[in-house]
Every structure is written in structure tokens, then in C-alpha cells.
């Protein structure tokens, strides 16, 4: 051993040096929820958004004042005799109103218009109503006209187009055809993802062409649409 000069550590493994920690969106558990969240939105936001568009809308419609030739039937009324048919026309009005909320009652909320229309001489007469919301197809119970010896059934379901009409036929023997004067619509409907129109008879005065019913739910359609 020599005095005066230190003696130096024997040599040993080089020290471990630490790896740089990795970027936090490059670690498999963080990539992976955010692939997750990504993926969320990506497919709530357009779910949100189409719920949105085809949930029922709150904004009633607007009755057209004329439709199919008729006039809204407060003015049918008025243009007739304004002081002594204030009472029915208040009558109306206050029916349409109530029923309209009913029917928006019934489409959760969605808006809702119901009007009734006359002709000039108070003989024809039918309903419009209008809610922004879908509806059920129409349909027309079953009957057997075999068994009871009829020509048609007793309520018949018939389409135009996007429109169904049920139709209630007299009874006529099997072969025939049911007496037009005799025979009237119901009521005629089409309905959408936003929208349903529905002309419904209040006389069988003059809705007896199924057709003709069908042609103003389309006119009432394309002004509510």
C-alpha cells in the first residue's frame, strides 16, 4: 500500500439512466378512452341533432283561410249574418281552440291547429287538423262482405297517392254499386316525419268524392309543409 495517494473505486456497471416518460396521448389506456370519447361524439352529436329535427315541433300551424273552396267557417258565418251568428262563431272558435290542445296534448307537446270551413250557404262543411308531428297510417276494420252479402264493406280504406281516405259506403248488393249520394267520407290524412294533415267531414253535404277530399289534405299540405 502506498502512502499519499488515494486509492480508486474499483469499477463497476455504468448507471441506469431513466427513460424520457412517454407523451400522455401515446399511452394505451389514455389513446384508448380518448378513442372512446371521440367515438361518443361522433355519434351522439348527430343523434342529438336528428333527435332534435324529428322530435315534435311547438310551433302550431297556420289554417289557411280558404281551403278546397271553403272559408274558415267564423267567416263563412260572419259573411251570412255577423250579429246573429256571434254565438256559434264564438262556438267554433272556442271548440278549434280546445281541440287543438288536446291534439297537441296527445303529440307530446307538439303545435297543433284545428279549423273548421263552411261553404257560402252553411250546408258543406269539414275539419282541418294539423299537428307537426307523425301519425299512424289509417286503417279500416276488418268485415267480410261475402258473409253479409254486401258490395263493399261499411268503412272502406282508399289511397291517392300519399293521402288515405276511409270512406263509408251504403250497403249495396253484392255486384253492385253503392249509391254516391248515399256513400261520404270520413276523413282523408297524410302524414310525415314533422307533419300530419287531416281533413275530417263534419256533414256528409258535399263529401261524397273521396278524390276531391284527398286533393285538399295535398292543398293543405303544401301550405302547412
Known sequence: ????????????????VAPPPRPLLARPVVAGLLGVLV????VGVPWL?????????GQAPAAPAILGGLSK???AIAKVDA????????????????TAARVSAAYAGAGAVVQDYQDEGLLRSFQLVAVRAPSPELFAPYEDVQALGEAKPGTELVRFGAVQCLVHNAPAAPGSTPEPDQSFVLN???TGPGLTVAVR????????DA???AGIVEQAWQALG
Open 1 to 16: 500500500m502506498t502512502e499519499g495517494f488515494p486509492l480508486e473505486p474499483a469499477p463497476g456497471p455504468p448507471p441506469t
Open 211 to 213: 278524390r276531391e277530399l
Open 49 to 57: 341533432a336528428l333527435s332534435l329535427f324529428d322530435g315534435p315541433s
Open 83 to 98: 250579429t246573429r251568428g256571434k254565438a256559434r262563431i264564438d262556438r267554433i272558435a272556442k271548440t278549434d281552440q280546445e
Open 39 to 42: 367515438g361518443a361524439v361522433l
Open 188 to 190: 282523408c290524412q297524410r
Open 201 to 208: 267531414s263534419l256533414s256528409s253535404e258535399g263529401n261524397h
Open 73 to 75: 267557417a267564423q267567416d
